[in-house]
């Protein structure tokens, strides 16, 4: 039987606030109506809680974004190493920011030009894509405080800065970073422009590289993800699964919801997990929202039902909240199994209705 998974973080909102459900399209109505609908339980905090679209209880995953970003960038360093993410971060003025713009492929290929020149016999680059990228410290310690990005995005860099075991070590790495790229042409120009310039490698979110059940050993079949998240993809990689290509994937509500449908009738199991509604209900961008979902119901549902109507196929669509509860339905080829819940907010006030863990329901819906 094909497996489909729809992971859909952020459609699901709070009893008696704004719903995208109530009015569903054609597609999602359909499915809710011939499927068993229940209630996701209030996830438990967790270090890798994205480990739940692949089945596996998060609470026995734990891996931070360091080992997440090594592992997408298909880099398998020493053992025991620890590993960062790093940022090309903006340093105006003595602040830190978040750049407004990428840059074009010639400023790409230089950056990483210039910070392999900052390896050492202890650190190593790791070439990712876009902005981020990887750093291997080689038997390093991960008793140290490093910031994200977005935590100390206008602040002084100073200020945040690597504290702890290594420190002079990372802050070497971060101020030789700034002198070699302060002065790059395509820094001149970008400030010219108006942009921020791209001017500092910031390592942050340390850690080892902690085991992962090889999900293809234990189920027998490798399970495809498709997803523009990167720590998805390093997790996919680490549990043996197989992952598409983030960098087709869009950007914002730019996604490419007919290549994914195509995605999802090619192969199987396979879990989707599309993020673009977490933004627009945070910041309450509604008729965007509307928008995307029409998008949603038409060029991806549309084409897994008819392939739940053709047979020998079945389609599960989780909608966690972004606070709290959420709603999953499963639905089979065949005769349409009339339940009793609706597949929306109100189900999440119902004190009888059927409650699973996400980690739970996506481990039996991808199941052999």
């Not at 960098?247 to 599309?274: D, F, H, Q």
């Amino acid at each position: 039987m094909r497996r489909i998974v729809l992971v859909v973080p952020g459609l699901c909102g709070s009893p008696g606030g704004e719903s995208l459900l109530r009015n569903p399209g054609p597609a999602l109505g359909e499915l809710g109506a011939r499927s068993e609908v229940f209630a996701l339980a209030e996830p438990i905090p967790s270090e890798t809680p994205e480990a739940a679209w692949f089945g596996m209880d998060p609470s026995t995953v734990a891996l931070r974004p360091g080992p997440l970003a090594v592992a997408a960038f298909g880099v398998d360093p020493p053992e025991r190493s620890v590993q960062f993410q790093v940022d090309v971060m903006a340093l105006k003025d003595g602040v830190l920011a978040v750049p407004d713009a990428g840059p074009g492929s010639a400023a790409l290929d230089r950056i990483h030009q210039l910070a392999a020149r900052l390896e050492t016999s202890k650190l190593r680059w790791v070439q990712g894509d876009g902005l981020r990228h990887g750093l291997v410290w080689e038997n390093g310690s991960i008793e140290m405080e490093t910031r994200s990005p977005e935590s100390c995005a206008g602040k002084e860099w100073h200020d945040s800065l690597p504290v702890g075991d290594g420190e002079p070590l990372l802050r070497r790495f971060v101020d030789d970073s700034v002198n070699l790229l302060a002065e790059e042409e395509f820094n001149l120009r970008r400030v010219d422009e108006g942009l921020l310039p791209l001017n500092v490698l910031w390592p942050w979110g340390q850690g080892f590289r902690e085991p992962v059940p090889n999900l293809w050993l234990e189920r027998g079949e490798r399970l495809h993800l498709e997803s523009r998240s990167l720590r998805l993809e390093g997790l996919a990689r680490l549990a043996r699964c197989t992952h598409g290509d983030r960098t087709i994937s869009g950007k914002g509500i730019a996604i490419p919801m007919l290549l994914l449908a195509e995605s999802a009738l090619e192969r199987s199991p396979i879990v989707i997990v599309i993020d673009a509604f977490e933004a627009l209900r945070r910041e309450e961008r509604w008729e965007e929202a509307e928008w995307l979902l029409a998008r949603l119901d038409a060029e991806l549902l549309e084409p897994i039902l008819a392939k739940l109507r053709a047979g020998d196929t079945q389609v599960a669509v989780f909608a966690p909240g972004l606070v709290g509860r959420g709603v999953g339905m499963v639905a089979e080829s065949g005769p349409p199994v009339e339940g009793p819940w609706p597949f929306d907010e109100r189900l999440l006030e119902e004190a009888k209705a059927p409650e699973r863990t996400a980690w739970q329901a996506v481990r039996q819906a991808v199941a052999p």
